[in-house]
């Protein structure tokens, strides 16, 4: 269905977005704007202020300053009619235990007025979407991991929403769960739905993501496509030497290319690393290197440090 | 004025309490035989086993039995405690364990929404239980009608004043083994010093405005005269305090759940 151009304009715009619990700004004046019709990410490392911005966009938390709107409507003002439009997956699986699996999305339709003969028309066509129809009478309790995320993102579609938040929606899946996550939401996006996705998984940006943002201590650092951003901040090219010798850095400093010093791994980026390449493993390559595509996580890593956080 | 209070109700609430009734309909069954031999065994015990002793008991004015005398009594434990333990150590397990309230705050239910279905879902498991019971004793011959059936809407007051005060607990609370001490300061003494199992008048007189202080102690006067069938103007005294006792503790328990939660 195409959308007509009056519905066409942006679906979250943050200007200035401050967020504080006392004297931590957990959200330290963030600007940005999700287009409609794109999969936007955040990505972060923990405590980056992700969360909190997502919390604040379908109005659970309220915002401290600054100014944000959904669909054109203030969110302090109209948080009930913006929260009726938004389907969320929040970070834990907070299904209802005390419900089936049919039940826990019965019983979350009613939470947005929807007629119970209509809810169960829902019910059904989203629990066939995830595949998990043979287990509508199932307690929550007895899903495994990956059908729990596939409920709770069932559960975000039950309103019929016009933006999808999933907030880190694969974490602590294993790789066949997280794939089929991946491939409903992928459906999704194919249909036009707009998402915000936080995450920490950087293949999961790079591949349902449109769009990113790469946050750190409540501020957004850069904002681009995966793969501008990639070949921005990276290059398209990577060299990767384990126990480089002294001479190579020698080698690489005089070259003046960008790298990364780990100490027992050195990091060359660059955009022609080709003749680069052919050099140092001829030259310098005793514990073994390796050429590859530059990642967003050699992007994320640079700009967001190495360094733990806990 | 009533917003900065108690914060954005709207009739979404009902959703809240609602989604309590799905699941109470699923479960209900195993507490009901509880429910109706508990005050039984109650009333066996202290009214046969005790009333042996104690004989019969002059209330203004008048002889009563000593198991007529507790049964209401027993009755209005009931309502207090229904409505405390399900705002208390229920609403904390929605709230904390399963992260029922997230999940709902990301609906177009706002945080007061959910507080007040699960106070009025609390009142009503309080109004269930008096009615058991109501049913349970019935056959004993203890209870005056019709105004007997006034308890039930009185259990529904008594329970959105003992269900808020619990859900403060809630707000206030960091972990669910320390409602001990709610129970230990609040409940217990109640149930032992509100008139309960003994008429005030047996205290000392500081002890006499002292209960007077407890909610309980107006709920057990309410109860009281309503299975007595004795209704007097002075009743509209506790009815006024159970009232303002909710006034109070209603946004109290709202204030401190919007810290807790939202922040």
């Known amino acids: ?53 997502i919390r604040m966009i379908y109005g659970y938390s309220p915002i401290t300053s600054g100014r944000l709107e959904v669909f054109g409507l203030d969110v302090t003002g109209q948080r009930r009619a913006v929260a009726q439009r938004i389907g969320v997956c929040q970070q834990e699986n907070n299904l209802d235990p005390d419900l089936t699996v049919a039940e826990n999305l019965m019983v979350f339709a009613r939470y947005f007025d ?11 066509e989203a629990l066939s979407f995830i595949a998990l129809a043979h287990r509508r009478d199932s307690g929550v309790s007895e899903l495994s991991g990956g059908m ?9 579609l039950i309103n019929r929403p016009d933006l999808l938040i999933l907030d880190e929606p694969t974490t602590g899946l294993d790789p066949q769960a997280r794939h ?13 739905l707009t998402v915000i996705l936080t995450t920490h998984y950087m293949e999961e940006a790079e591949q349902l993501c449109d769009r990113l943002v790469i946050m750190d201590h409540g501020r957004i650092l ?13 290059g398209r090219l990577v060299i990767e030497i384990t126990s480089p010798r002294d001479e190579l850095r020698a080698y690489v400093r005089d070259k003046g290319l960008p790298f990364e010093d780990l100490g027992h791994r050195l990091l060359v980026y660059g955009d022609d690393n080709d003749a680069v390449f052919h050099r140092i493993s001829e030259d310098y390559c005793d514990g073994g290197c390796v050429l590859r595509m530059a990642t967003l996580e050699d992007v994320f890593l640079k700009l967001t440090g190495r360094e733990l956080r806990e | 004025m009533i917003r900065r209070l108690v914060g954005d109700i709207s009739y979404r609430f009902i959703r809240v309490w609602q989604r309590n009734l799905t699941v109470f309909s699923k479960t209900w069954k195993v507490g009901l035989a509880p429910s109706l031999l508990e005050p039984v065994l109650y009333l066996v015990a202290f009214g046969a086993g005790l009333g042996a002793l104690v004989g019969t008991l002059h209330i203004d004015g008048r002889t009563v039995s000593y198991i007529r005398f507790i049964a209401p009594a027993l009755v209005a434990v009931t309502i207090m405690q229904n409505a405390f333990f399900e705002n208390t150590y229920s609403s904390f397990v929605r709230m904390y364990y399963q992260k029922t309230f997230d999940a709902m705050l990301a609906t ?20 269930i239980a008096a009615t058991l019971m109501l049913v349970a004793i019935t056959p004993f011959g203890l209870l005056s009608y019709p105004s007997s059936l006034l308890v039930i809407p009185l259990a529904f007051l008594g329970g959105v004043a003992f269900g808020s005060a619990g859900m403060w607990f809630t707000g206030v609370l960091p972990t669910i083994d320390m409602f ?42 309410i109860t009281r005269a309503l299975t007595f069938g004795r209704l007097e103007p002075h009743l509209l005294w506790n009815l006024a305090y159970l009232v303002g006792f909710t006034v109070m503790v209603f946004p109290l328990a709202m204030g401190r759940m919007r810290v807790r939660l939202i922040a």
């Open chain 2, 180 to 221: 001990n001490l709610p129970v230990f300061l609040f409940i217990t003494p109640m149930f032992l010093f509100s008139g309960t199992f003994f008429p005030l008048q047996n205290l000392p007189q500081w002890a006499q405005y002292a209960a007077l202080a407890l909610p309980l102690t107006h709920l057990v006067q």
């Open chain 1, 222 to 234: 850069v904002e681009g496509a995966p793969t501008e951003l990639i070949r921005e901040h990276a």
């Open chain 1, 1 to 53: 269905m195409r959308t007509s151009p009056s519905e066409q304009r942006v679906v979250v715009e943050a200007v200035d977005l401050v967020k504080s619990f006392g004297d931590l700004r957990a959200v330290d004046g963030v600007s940005f704007r999700v287009e409609p019709g794109l999969c936007f990410g955040m990505l972060g490392p923990n405590g980056a202020g992700k969360t909190s911005t």
């Open chain 1, 180 to 192: 089929q996550v991946w491939d409903r939401v992928d459906e999704l996006r194919e249909r036009g």
């Open chain 2, 108 to 127: 177009p239910l706002s945080l007061a929404d959910v507080i007040t279905g699960e106070i009025v879902w609390g009142a009503t498991r309080s109004a």
């Open chain 1, 148 to 156: 729990m995320r596939r409920l709770v993102l069932a559960r975000a």
């Open chain 1, 114 to 124: 929807i007629p119970q003969a209509e809810a169960a028309t829902r019910a059904d």
